[in-house]
Protein backbone atom coordinates (compact mmCIF):
# COMPACT_ATOMS: atom_id res chain seq x y z
CA UNK A 1 0.00 0.00 0.00
CA UNK A 2 2.95 2.35 0.79
CA UNK A 3 4.53 1.51 -2.54
CA UNK A 4 1.21 2.28 -3.89
CA UNK A 5 1.01 5.82 -2.53
CA UNK A 6 4.43 6.76 -3.67
CA UNK A 7 4.72 5.82 -7.02
CA UNK A 8 1.49 8.06 -7.11
CA UNK A 9 3.37 10.60 -5.92
CA UNK A 10 6.18 10.45 -7.78
CA UNK A 11 3.52 10.13 -11.06
CA UNK A 12 2.21 13.05 -10.34
CA UNK A 13 5.40 14.80 -9.19
CA UNK A 14 6.81 13.27 -13.10
CA UNK A 15 3.42 15.21 -13.89
CA UNK A 16 3.78 18.58 -12.76
CA UNK A 17 7.54 18.48 -14.05
CA UNK A 18 6.26 17.75 -17.28
CA UNK A 19 3.54 20.24 -17.30
CA UNK A 20 5.09 23.80 -19.06
CA UNK A 21 3.20 26.86 -17.76
CA UNK A 22 2.83 29.04 -19.92
CA UNK A 23 3.74 32.38 -18.38
CA UNK A 24 7.36 30.99 -18.51
CA UNK A 25 6.74 30.38 -22.59
CA UNK A 26 5.62 33.17 -23.31
CA UNK A 27 7.94 35.10 -21.32
CA UNK A 28 10.65 32.97 -22.47
CA UNK A 29 9.63 33.74 -26.24
CA UNK A 30 9.80 37.61 -25.60
CA UNK A 31 12.98 36.92 -23.57
CA UNK A 32 14.43 35.60 -27.10
CA UNK A 33 13.25 37.81 -28.94
CA UNK A 34 14.22 41.16 -27.42
CA UNK A 35 17.69 39.27 -27.04
CA UNK A 36 18.07 38.75 -30.55
CA UNK A 37 16.47 41.86 -31.52
CA UNK A 38 19.17 43.38 -29.22
CA UNK A 39 21.94 41.55 -30.62
CA UNK A 40 20.83 42.38 -34.34
CA UNK A 41 20.67 46.33 -33.26
CA UNK A 42 24.00 46.53 -31.55
CA UNK A 43 25.38 44.70 -34.25
CA UNK A 44 24.08 47.06 -36.62
CA UNK A 45 25.39 50.09 -34.75
CA UNK A 46 28.16 48.62 -33.68
CA UNK A 47 29.33 47.62 -37.35
CA UNK A 48 28.29 51.38 -38.45
CA UNK A 49 30.12 53.06 -36.00
CA UNK A 50 33.08 50.35 -36.95
CA UNK A 51 32.81 51.65 -40.21
CA UNK A 52 33.05 55.48 -39.89
CA UNK A 53 35.84 55.42 -37.71
CA UNK A 54 37.63 52.86 -39.83
CA UNK A 55 37.18 55.41 -42.54
CA UNK A 56 38.59 58.11 -40.19
CA UNK A 57 41.49 56.45 -39.72
CA UNK A 58 42.27 54.96 -43.39
CA UNK A 59 42.23 58.52 -44.20
CA UNK A 60 44.75 59.69 -41.64
CA UNK A 61 46.87 57.02 -42.88
CA UNK A 62 46.50 57.67 -46.68
CA UNK A 63 46.99 61.27 -46.08
CA UNK A 64 50.36 60.36 -44.39
CA UNK A 65 51.27 58.08 -47.33
CA UNK A 66 50.24 60.91 -49.69
CA UNK A 67 52.08 63.34 -47.42
CA UNK A 68 55.33 61.55 -47.73
CA UNK A 69 54.66 60.19 -51.40
CA UNK A 70 54.61 63.78 -53.04
CA UNK A 71 57.85 64.75 -51.44
CA UNK A 72 59.31 61.21 -52.04
CA UNK A 73 58.47 61.10 -56.03
CA UNK A 74 61.06 63.69 -57.56
CA UNK A 75 63.57 61.57 -56.43
CA UNK A 76 64.80 59.74 -59.91
CA UNK A 77 67.05 57.14 -57.96
CA UNK A 78 66.37 55.08 -55.95
CA UNK A 79 65.70 55.98 -52.54
CA UNK A 80 68.66 56.02 -50.18
CA UNK A 81 69.17 58.20 -46.96
CA UNK A 82 71.20 60.24 -48.63
CA UNK A 83 68.11 61.33 -50.75
CA UNK A 84 65.77 61.05 -49.19
CA UNK A 85 66.33 63.05 -45.63
CA UNK A 86 66.68 66.39 -47.89
CA UNK A 87 63.81 65.82 -50.08
CA UNK A 88 61.64 65.71 -46.90
CA UNK A 89 62.37 69.29 -45.77
CA UNK A 90 64.78 70.93 -43.52
CA UNK A 91 62.08 71.04 -40.91
CA UNK A 92 61.84 67.30 -40.81
CA UNK A 93 65.62 67.24 -40.59
CA UNK A 94 65.83 69.66 -37.78
CA UNK A 95 62.97 67.48 -36.14
CA UNK A 96 65.32 64.17 -36.60
CA UNK A 97 67.97 65.90 -34.78
CA UNK A 98 66.22 67.45 -31.83
CA UNK A 99 65.92 71.01 -33.10
CA UNK A 100 62.21 72.80 -32.94
CA UNK A 101 59.04 71.84 -34.53
CA UNK A 102 58.54 75.34 -35.36
CA UNK A 103 60.79 77.49 -37.34
CA UNK A 104 60.60 81.14 -37.15
CA UNK A 105 62.67 81.47 -40.47
CA UNK A 106 60.98 79.58 -42.95
CA UNK A 107 58.83 81.46 -45.37
CA UNK A 108 55.21 80.53 -44.99
CA UNK A 109 54.77 78.49 -48.54
CA UNK A 110 57.69 76.12 -47.28
CA UNK A 111 56.60 76.51 -43.74
CA UNK A 112 53.15 75.44 -44.75
CA UNK A 113 54.55 72.33 -46.41
CA UNK A 114 56.60 71.70 -43.58
CA UNK A 115 53.10 71.79 -40.72
CA UNK A 116 51.95 69.46 -43.20
CA UNK A 117 54.31 66.65 -42.80
CA UNK A 118 54.81 67.35 -39.39
CA UNK A 119 51.77 67.01 -38.36
CA UNK A 120 51.79 63.98 -40.02
CA UNK A 121 55.12 62.39 -38.66
CA UNK A 122 54.59 63.25 -35.36
CA UNK A 123 51.03 61.82 -34.61
CA UNK A 124 52.30 59.65 -31.52
CA UNK A 125 50.15 57.08 -33.19
CA UNK A 126 51.30 56.77 -36.45
CA UNK A 127 54.98 54.99 -37.22
CA UNK A 128 56.94 55.84 -40.28
CA UNK A 129 59.25 53.92 -42.03
CA UNK A 130 60.78 54.33 -45.94
CA UNK A 131 62.15 51.40 -47.23
CA UNK A 132 64.43 51.30 -50.30
CA UNK A 133 64.03 48.65 -53.49
CA UNK A 134 66.47 46.42 -51.15
CA UNK A 135 64.44 46.60 -48.02
CA UNK A 136 66.74 48.57 -46.40
CA UNK A 137 64.99 51.25 -43.82
CA UNK A 138 65.83 54.96 -45.56
CA UNK A 139 63.58 56.90 -42.77
CA UNK A 140 62.03 56.37 -39.83
CA UNK A 141 60.10 58.39 -37.65
CA UNK A 142 60.59 56.49 -33.87
CA UNK A 143 61.57 53.18 -32.66
CA UNK A 144 58.77 50.67 -33.17
CA UNK A 145 59.58 50.59 -37.23
CA UNK A 146 56.18 48.88 -39.45
CA UNK A 147 57.58 45.82 -41.03
CA UNK A 148 57.61 45.54 -45.23
CA UNK A 149 55.13 43.15 -46.71
CA UNK A 150 55.38 41.88 -50.20
CA UNK A 151 52.64 42.94 -51.92
CA UNK A 152 50.90 42.97 -55.33
CA UNK A 153 49.44 46.77 -57.15
CA UNK A 154 50.37 50.01 -55.90
CA UNK A 155 49.31 50.07 -52.66
CA UNK A 156 48.19 47.84 -50.03
CA UNK A 157 46.36 48.51 -46.98
CA UNK A 158 45.17 45.90 -43.67
CA UNK A 159 44.28 46.43 -40.70
CA UNK A 160 46.03 43.51 -37.74
CA UNK A 161 44.48 42.49 -34.37
CA UNK A 162 46.88 42.29 -31.55
CA UNK A 163 46.28 41.65 -27.74
CA UNK A 164 42.53 43.26 -29.07
CA UNK A 165 44.07 45.98 -30.35
CA UNK A 166 43.79 46.65 -34.07
CA UNK A 167 46.89 48.06 -36.17
CA UNK A 168 46.08 49.78 -39.82
CA UNK A 169 49.41 49.04 -41.64
CA UNK A 170 49.39 51.10 -45.00
CA UNK A 171 51.97 50.10 -47.75
CA UNK A 172 52.26 52.08 -51.20
CA UNK A 173 55.11 52.03 -53.34
CA UNK A 174 56.73 55.00 -54.98
CA UNK A 175 57.29 56.06 -58.18
CA UNK A 176 59.39 58.40 -59.75
CA UNK A 177 58.12 61.29 -61.92
CA UNK A 178 61.00 61.35 -63.96
CA UNK A 179 61.76 57.83 -64.63
CA UNK A 180 58.29 56.27 -63.88
CA UNK A 181 60.26 53.63 -62.17
CA UNK A 182 59.82 51.79 -58.75
CA UNK A 183 62.25 53.67 -56.01
CA UNK A 184 61.53 52.46 -52.83
CA UNK A 185 58.25 51.70 -50.60
CA UNK A 186 56.14 53.97 -47.93
CA UNK A 187 54.85 51.76 -44.75
CA UNK A 188 52.82 53.85 -42.12
CA UNK A 189 51.71 51.67 -39.05
CA UNK A 190 48.37 53.20 -37.66
CA UNK A 191 47.53 52.15 -33.83
CA UNK A 192 44.17 53.64 -34.17
CA UNK A 193 44.58 54.31 -29.85
CA UNK A 194 41.36 56.51 -30.26
CA UNK A 195 39.61 53.83 -32.42
CA UNK A 196 40.18 51.01 -30.25
CA UNK A 197 39.08 52.72 -27.12
CA UNK A 198 35.80 53.78 -28.54
CA UNK A 199 35.21 50.34 -30.19
CA UNK A 200 36.30 48.80 -26.57
CA UNK A 201 33.97 50.97 -24.83
CA UNK A 202 31.27 50.95 -27.12
CA UNK A 203 31.00 46.79 -27.12
CA UNK A 204 31.42 47.25 -22.68
CA UNK A 205 28.35 49.57 -23.27
CA UNK A 206 26.20 47.63 -25.79
CA UNK A 207 26.35 44.52 -23.91
CA UNK A 208 25.52 46.09 -20.21
CA UNK A 209 22.88 48.10 -21.80
CA UNK A 210 21.61 44.87 -23.44
CA UNK A 211 21.91 42.88 -20.65
CA UNK A 212 19.44 45.37 -18.55
CA UNK A 213 17.25 45.52 -21.48
CA UNK A 214 16.38 42.07 -21.44
CA UNK A 215 16.24 42.01 -17.91
CA UNK A 216 13.93 45.20 -18.27
CA UNK A 217 11.47 43.95 -20.50
CA UNK A 218 11.94 40.24 -19.42
CA UNK A 219 10.31 41.70 -16.16
CA UNK A 220 7.74 43.88 -18.05
CA UNK A 221 6.79 40.67 -20.35
CA UNK A 222 6.76 38.93 -17.29
CA UNK A 223 4.11 41.02 -16.07
CA UNK A 224 2.13 41.77 -19.26
CA UNK A 225 2.01 37.78 -19.99
CA UNK A 226 0.54 37.37 -16.45
CA UNK A 227 -2.59 39.78 -16.95
CA UNK A 228 -3.07 37.87 -19.73
CA UNK A 229 -3.00 34.30 -18.90
CA UNK A 230 -4.62 35.48 -15.49
CA UNK A 231 -8.48 34.85 -16.95
CA UNK A 232 -7.18 31.74 -19.06
CA UNK A 233 -6.15 30.36 -15.75
CA UNK A 234 -9.38 31.64 -14.21
CA UNK A 235 -11.58 29.55 -17.37
CA UNK A 236 -9.55 26.59 -16.48
CA UNK A 237 -10.16 26.64 -12.59
CA UNK A 238 -13.95 27.55 -13.81
CA UNK A 239 -14.05 24.61 -16.51
CA UNK A 240 -12.71 22.15 -13.75
CA UNK A 241 -15.46 23.27 -11.34
CA UNK A 242 -17.83 22.75 -13.73
CA UNK A 243 -16.68 19.11 -14.84
CA UNK A 244 -16.70 18.42 -11.62
CA UNK A 245 -20.09 19.47 -10.64
CA UNK A 246 -22.37 20.12 -13.82
CA UNK A 247 -24.84 22.08 -12.02
CA UNK A 248 -22.39 24.63 -10.68
CA UNK A 249 -23.26 28.18 -11.04
CA UNK A 250 -19.75 29.45 -11.15
CA UNK A 251 -18.86 32.02 -14.12
CA UNK A 252 -15.75 33.84 -14.83
CA UNK A 253 -15.99 37.35 -13.18
CA UNK A 254 -16.24 40.36 -15.67
CA UNK A 255 -12.20 42.09 -16.72
CA UNK A 256 -13.36 45.11 -17.75
CA UNK A 257 -10.57 45.39 -20.39
CA UNK A 258 -12.58 45.60 -23.41
CA UNK A 259 -10.28 43.61 -25.37
CA UNK A 260 -10.09 39.63 -26.96
CA UNK A 261 -9.70 38.17 -23.35
CA UNK A 262 -12.77 39.56 -22.21
CA UNK A 263 -14.88 38.81 -25.15
CA UNK A 264 -13.23 34.93 -24.63
CA UNK A 265 -14.50 35.28 -20.78
CA UNK A 266 -17.96 36.20 -22.18
CA UNK A 267 -18.36 33.57 -25.10
CA UNK A 268 -16.98 31.20 -22.20
CA UNK A 269 -19.76 32.12 -19.62
CA UNK A 270 -22.26 32.09 -22.45
CA UNK A 271 -21.24 28.61 -23.18
CA UNK A 272 -21.96 27.47 -19.68
CA UNK A 273 -25.08 29.58 -19.37
CA UNK A 274 -26.37 27.53 -22.53
CA UNK A 275 -24.82 24.20 -20.89
CA UNK A 276 -26.80 24.41 -17.92
CA UNK A 277 -29.92 25.50 -19.77
CA UNK A 278 -29.92 22.23 -21.71
CA UNK A 279 -29.28 20.53 -18.47
CA UNK A 280 -31.86 22.54 -16.35
CA UNK A 281 -34.31 21.53 -19.47
CA UNK A 282 -33.21 17.80 -19.36
CA UNK A 283 -34.10 17.79 -15.68
CA UNK A 284 -37.62 19.76 -16.68
CA UNK A 285 -38.35 17.78 -19.27
CA UNK A 286 -37.67 14.29 -17.58
CA UNK A 287 -39.80 15.63 -14.10
CA UNK A 288 -42.91 16.59 -16.34
CA UNK A 289 -42.68 13.51 -18.36
CA UNK A 290 -42.74 11.85 -14.79
CA UNK A 291 -45.38 13.92 -13.10
CA UNK A 292 -47.48 14.30 -16.44
CA UNK A 293 -47.72 10.69 -17.54
CA UNK A 294 -47.99 9.47 -13.66
CA UNK A 295 -51.72 9.97 -14.32
CA UNK A 296 -52.67 8.54 -17.55
CA UNK A 297 -50.47 5.51 -16.74
CA UNK A 298 -51.95 4.54 -13.63
CA UNK A 299 -55.47 4.55 -15.31
CA UNK A 300 -54.42 2.49 -18.00
CA UNK A 301 -53.13 0.13 -15.27
CA UNK A 302 -56.15 0.75 -13.52
CA UNK A 303 -58.27 -0.47 -16.11
CA UNK A 304 -56.35 -3.21 -17.45
CA UNK A 305 -55.75 -4.91 -13.72
CA UNK A 306 -59.59 -4.50 -13.32
CA UNK A 307 -59.83 -6.77 -16.31
CA UNK A 308 -57.27 -8.91 -15.07
CA UNK A 309 -59.58 -9.55 -11.87
CA UNK A 310 -62.86 -9.83 -13.52
CA UNK A 311 -64.04 -7.18 -15.92
CA UNK A 312 -62.73 -9.16 -19.26
CA UNK A 313 -65.85 -11.26 -18.62
CA UNK A 314 -68.43 -7.91 -18.77
CA UNK A 315 -68.43 -6.82 -22.57
CA UNK A 316 -69.68 -3.45 -21.52
CA UNK A 317 -67.04 -2.91 -19.03
CA UNK A 318 -64.39 -4.28 -21.04
CA UNK A 319 -65.56 -1.51 -24.04
CA UNK A 320 -65.55 0.93 -21.72
CA UNK A 321 -61.92 0.20 -20.36
CA UNK A 322 -60.64 -0.85 -23.76
CA UNK A 323 -62.03 2.96 -24.84
CA UNK A 324 -60.74 4.95 -21.90
CA UNK A 325 -57.00 3.22 -22.17
CA UNK A 326 -57.34 3.99 -25.80
CA UNK A 327 -58.05 7.83 -24.88
CA UNK A 328 -55.47 7.87 -22.34
CA UNK A 329 -52.71 6.33 -24.49
CA UNK A 330 -53.83 9.20 -27.06
CA UNK A 331 -53.34 11.94 -24.71
CA UNK A 332 -49.90 10.07 -23.70
CA UNK A 333 -48.88 10.54 -27.49
CA UNK A 334 -50.00 14.13 -27.49
CA UNK A 335 -47.79 14.95 -24.44
CA UNK A 336 -44.94 13.40 -25.16
CA UNK A 337 -45.41 15.16 -29.11
CA UNK A 338 -45.62 19.16 -27.20
CA UNK A 339 -43.08 18.34 -24.57
CA UNK A 340 -40.73 17.19 -27.63
CA UNK A 341 -41.85 20.59 -29.89
CA UNK A 342 -41.26 22.46 -26.09
CA UNK A 343 -37.87 21.40 -26.30
CA UNK A 344 -36.53 22.01 -29.27
CA UNK A 345 -38.15 25.53 -29.12
CA UNK A 346 -35.64 26.11 -26.54
CA UNK A 347 -32.66 25.25 -29.11
CA UNK A 348 -33.94 27.20 -32.08
CA UNK A 349 -30.58 29.17 -32.41
CA UNK A 350 -28.64 25.67 -32.82
CA UNK A 351 -30.97 23.69 -35.16
CA UNK A 352 -32.26 27.20 -37.65
CA UNK A 353 -29.68 29.98 -37.14
CA UNK A 354 -30.09 30.89 -40.78
CA UNK A 355 -33.75 30.09 -41.84
CA UNK A 356 -36.26 33.18 -43.18
CA UNK A 357 -39.58 33.20 -43.56
CA UNK A 358 -42.02 35.18 -45.33
CA UNK A 359 -44.55 36.15 -43.11
CA UNK A 360 -47.79 37.15 -45.61
CA UNK A 361 -47.47 33.33 -47.07
CA UNK A 362 -47.44 31.51 -43.64
CA UNK A 363 -50.58 33.33 -42.82
CA UNK A 364 -52.51 32.95 -46.25
CA UNK A 365 -51.62 29.57 -45.74
CA UNK A 366 -52.36 28.50 -42.29
CA UNK A 367 -55.42 30.52 -42.13
CA UNK A 368 -57.01 28.66 -45.59
CA UNK A 369 -55.71 25.14 -44.15
CA UNK A 370 -57.61 25.51 -40.70
CA UNK A 371 -60.90 27.33 -42.47
CA UNK A 372 -61.14 24.25 -44.33
CA UNK A 373 -60.67 21.92 -41.21
CA UNK A 374 -63.39 24.40 -39.57
CA UNK A 375 -65.22 24.77 -41.93
CA UNK A 376 -68.05 25.91 -38.71
CA UNK A 377 -66.08 28.66 -37.58
CA UNK A 378 -65.40 32.12 -39.79
CA UNK A 379 -61.64 32.58 -39.58
CA UNK A 380 -61.10 36.10 -41.15
CA UNK A 381 -57.26 37.41 -42.22
CA UNK A 382 -56.58 41.05 -42.64
CA UNK A 383 -52.80 41.33 -44.66
CA UNK A 384 -53.90 45.27 -45.62
CA UNK A 385 -50.89 46.57 -43.67
CA UNK A 386 -48.27 43.79 -44.60
CA UNK A 387 -46.44 44.20 -47.29
CA UNK A 388 -45.75 41.21 -50.06
CA UNK A 389 -41.89 41.07 -49.74
CA UNK A 390 -41.93 40.83 -45.60
CA UNK A 391 -39.54 38.62 -44.10
CA UNK A 392 -38.26 37.75 -40.84
CA UNK A 393 -35.60 35.23 -39.90
CA UNK A 394 -37.51 32.67 -38.55
CA UNK A 395 -37.91 28.91 -39.90
CA UNK A 396 -41.54 28.70 -41.75
CA UNK A 397 -43.02 25.59 -39.98
CA UNK A 398 -42.21 27.28 -36.12
CA UNK A 399 -44.48 30.37 -37.84
CA UNK A 400 -47.03 28.08 -38.78
CA UNK A 401 -46.72 26.37 -35.10
CA UNK A 402 -47.61 29.42 -33.44
CA UNK A 403 -50.37 30.56 -35.62
CA UNK A 404 -52.16 27.08 -35.14
CA UNK A 405 -51.92 27.24 -31.61
CA UNK A 406 -53.30 29.91 -30.98
CA UNK A 407 -56.01 29.80 -33.31
CA UNK A 408 -56.68 26.63 -32.07
CA UNK A 409 -56.80 27.54 -28.65
CA UNK A 410 -59.01 30.48 -29.67
CA UNK A 411 -61.40 28.01 -30.99
CA UNK A 412 -61.55 25.67 -27.97
CA UNK A 413 -62.22 28.19 -25.59
CA UNK A 414 -65.06 29.87 -28.18
CA UNK A 415 -68.67 30.27 -27.07
CA UNK A 416 -71.62 31.45 -29.54
CA UNK A 417 -69.68 33.87 -31.80
CA UNK A 418 -67.82 31.31 -33.67
CA UNK A 419 -65.32 33.79 -35.55
CA UNK A 420 -61.20 34.33 -35.26
CA UNK A 421 -59.80 37.04 -36.68
CA UNK A 422 -56.22 36.71 -37.79
CA UNK A 423 -54.52 40.51 -38.46
CA UNK A 424 -50.63 41.50 -39.52
CA UNK A 425 -49.26 45.06 -40.36
CA UNK A 426 -45.75 46.70 -40.23
CA UNK A 427 -44.92 49.11 -37.37
CA UNK A 428 -41.52 50.84 -37.85
CA UNK A 429 -38.70 47.67 -37.31
CA UNK A 430 -41.37 45.37 -36.61
CA UNK A 431 -44.11 42.75 -37.93
CA UNK A 432 -47.01 42.58 -35.65
CA UNK A 433 -49.84 39.81 -35.93
CA UNK A 434 -53.15 39.52 -33.72
CA UNK A 435 -55.28 36.71 -33.46
CA UNK A 436 -58.15 37.89 -31.63
CA UNK A 437 -61.32 35.30 -30.04
CA UNK A 438 -64.71 36.01 -29.08
CA UNK A 439 -64.67 33.31 -26.73
CA UNK A 440 -64.67 33.01 -22.80
CA UNK A 441 -62.07 35.81 -21.98
CA UNK A 442 -59.10 35.36 -19.42
CA UNK A 443 -59.20 36.92 -16.15
CA UNK A 444 -56.11 39.00 -14.99
CA UNK A 445 -55.22 36.72 -12.50
CA UNK A 446 -54.88 34.03 -15.09
CA UNK A 447 -53.25 36.29 -18.24
CA UNK A 448 -49.86 36.40 -16.05
CA UNK A 449 -49.98 32.32 -15.72
CA UNK A 450 -51.18 31.18 -18.71
CA UNK A 451 -47.85 30.66 -20.61
CA UNK A 452 -46.42 28.67 -17.91
CA UNK A 453 -46.46 24.87 -18.59
CA UNK A 454 -49.23 22.80 -17.77
CA UNK A 455 -51.18 25.68 -16.53
CA UNK A 456 -55.16 25.59 -17.88
CA UNK A 457 -57.19 28.54 -16.44
CA UNK A 458 -60.24 25.76 -15.67
CA UNK A 459 -58.94 21.98 -15.60
CA UNK A 460 -61.99 20.48 -16.04
CA UNK A 461 -62.92 21.43 -19.27
CA UNK A 462 -59.57 21.69 -20.44
CA UNK A 463 -59.06 17.76 -20.17
CA UNK A 464 -62.23 17.51 -22.01
CA UNK A 465 -60.74 19.53 -24.60
CA UNK A 466 -57.89 17.48 -24.94
CA UNK A 467 -55.32 20.09 -23.55
CA UNK A 468 -52.43 19.50 -21.67
CA UNK A 469 -51.83 23.04 -21.04
CA UNK A 470 -48.67 23.64 -22.91
CA UNK A 471 -49.17 24.66 -26.44
CA UNK A 472 -49.06 28.18 -25.21
CA UNK A 473 -45.94 27.55 -23.49
CA UNK A 474 -44.56 26.15 -26.72
CA UNK A 475 -45.70 29.59 -28.33
CA UNK A 476 -44.13 31.70 -26.08
CA UNK A 477 -40.83 29.62 -26.04
CA UNK A 478 -40.92 30.11 -30.09
CA UNK A 479 -41.79 33.53 -30.06
CA UNK A 480 -38.97 34.53 -27.64
CA UNK A 481 -36.33 32.17 -29.49
CA UNK A 482 -36.64 34.04 -32.43
CA UNK A 483 -36.07 37.10 -30.79
CA UNK A 484 -39.63 37.97 -30.96
CA UNK A 485 -42.25 39.46 -28.13
CA UNK A 486 -46.11 37.53 -27.36
CA UNK A 487 -49.18 39.20 -25.06
CA UNK A 488 -52.46 39.06 -24.24
CA UNK A 489 -55.01 41.51 -23.53
CA UNK A 490 -58.50 39.66 -23.15
CA UNK A 491 -61.79 40.33 -21.04
CA UNK A 492 -63.74 37.98 -18.96
CA UNK A 493 -67.23 36.90 -21.66
CA UNK A 494 -66.25 38.92 -24.51
CA UNK A 495 -62.58 36.96 -25.97
CA UNK A 496 -58.85 37.77 -25.53
CA UNK A 497 -56.34 39.16 -28.53
CA UNK A 498 -52.70 37.57 -28.65
CA UNK A 499 -50.36 39.68 -29.93
CA UNK A 500 -46.84 39.04 -31.40
CA UNK A 501 -44.21 40.95 -32.53
CA UNK A 502 -40.88 40.06 -34.57
CA UNK A 503 -38.43 41.81 -35.90
CA UNK A 504 -38.19 42.26 -39.72
CA UNK A 505 -35.19 41.65 -41.96
CA UNK A 506 -33.54 44.15 -43.89
CA UNK A 507 -33.04 43.13 -47.62
CA UNK A 508 -28.81 43.53 -46.85
CA UNK A 509 -29.88 40.85 -43.92
CA UNK A 510 -32.04 38.87 -46.25
CA UNK A 511 -29.74 38.64 -49.25
CA UNK A 512 -26.68 37.50 -46.52
CA UNK A 513 -29.25 34.71 -44.76
CA UNK A 514 -30.37 33.46 -48.72
CA UNK A 515 -26.29 33.12 -49.60
CA UNK A 516 -25.96 31.22 -46.66
CA UNK A 517 -28.82 28.74 -46.89
CA UNK A 518 -27.43 28.54 -50.69
CA UNK A 519 -23.97 27.56 -49.44
CA UNK A 520 -25.17 25.00 -47.71
CA UNK A 521 -27.71 23.46 -50.07
CA UNK A 522 -24.56 22.98 -52.19
CA UNK A 523 -22.16 21.16 -49.46
CA UNK A 524 -24.54 19.24 -47.97
CA UNK A 525 -25.66 15.61 -49.92
CA UNK A 526 -28.72 14.62 -51.41
CA UNK A 527 -30.45 12.09 -49.52
CA UNK A 528 -30.62 8.67 -51.28
CA UNK A 529 -34.35 7.53 -51.48
CA UNK A 530 -35.22 4.95 -49.72
CA UNK A 531 -34.63 1.59 -50.39
CA UNK A 532 -31.65 2.24 -52.55
CA UNK A 533 -28.63 1.25 -51.67
Same mark, same amino acid.
Given at each position: ?????????????? &???????????????????? +?????????????????????????????? *???????????????????????????????????????????????????????????????????????????????????????????????????????????? %????????????????????????????????? +????????????????????????????????????????????????????????????????? +?????? /?????????????????????????????????????????????? &??????????????????????????????????????????????????????????????????????? +?????????????????? %????? /?????????????? *????????????????????????? /??????????????????????????????????????????????????????????????????????????????
Amino acid at each position: MKMMTKNKKRNKKI &KETQHSSLIVRWVSIVSLTI +MVSFLIFSMVIYSTVNQQSMKQQESVSNRV *VATLNSSLVSIPKELQISNVIPALSPSTQRILNGGPTINHDSSSNSSAFSDALISSISNPDISVAVYNLHNEVVFANGEDTPKLHKFKGSSWQKVIRRNNKSTLITSQ %KIVSTKTGKVTGYIVVSNKMTYYNHLMNNLLHR +MIIISLVAIVLFSGIAFFIVRDVVKPIKEMVGVAQKVNDDPNSDVRIKDLNRNDELEDLVKSFNK +MLDRMQ /RYIDQQKQFVSDVSHELRTPVAVIEGHLNMLERWGKDDPEILDESI &KASLQEADRMKHLIQEMLDLTRAEQIDVQYPNAYTNVNEVLSRVVDDLALVHQDFNLQLDVDDLPANTYIQ +MYHGHLEQILVILIDNGI %KYSTD /RKQINVSAGVTQNN *VRIVVQDFGEGISKDDQSKIFNRFY /RVDKARTREKGGNGLGLTIAQKLVESYNGKISVESVEGQGSQFKIAFPILTPQKLDKLKKIEAEKEKTEEPKKPEGIL
